[in-house]
């Protein structure tokens, strides 16, 4: 165990989350982001799925803005180094919480909440 290694904790986080066990994954992804390195779009997204799951749609709506952000901050990063993992959780987190992805994706055009 590394709990001072955000990539671990991340790791944890999406883990509960698929376990549906959305408070232990909002607390461990929620301590990642504070970690070095831990402000990325993975547990953004992930924070945005495990809040709407938990039922709190404005926190989900926050965080799924802020990893459109990162991505759009970092298209270098996303496009090269993370691209088709970060794409299947923002396709995931996009379908979960109703919002369309459509061709103006492809133009590097992504849809905010």
């Known amino acids: 165990m ?6 671990y904790l991340c790791g944890l986080g999406a883990a509960y989350y698929r376990t ?4 232990k994954s909002n607390d461990n992804l929620t301590e990642s982001t504070k970690l ?3 402000e990325n779009v993975c547990n953004y997204l992930f924070l945005a799925m495990a809040y709407w799951q938990s039922g709190n749609k404005t926190e989900a709506k926050t965080w799924y ?4 952000e990162w991505i759009e901050a970092n298209k270098d990063k996303w496009l090269s180094d993370y691209d088709h993992m ?8 996009s379908e979960l919480m109703g919002i ?3 061709e103006l994706f492809t133009k590097g055009v ?4």
Do not use: S
């Open 2 to 7: 590394q709990p001072k290694n955000w990539n």
């Open 20 to 23: 549906g066990q959305w408070e």
């Open 36 to 38: 070095g390195g831990g």
């Open 65 to 68: 803005n802020k990893a459109i």
């Open 86 to 93: 970060i794409f299947e959780i923002y396709v995931e987190a």
């Open 100 to 102: 369309e992805i459509n």
């Open 110 to 113: 992504l849809p905010k909440f």
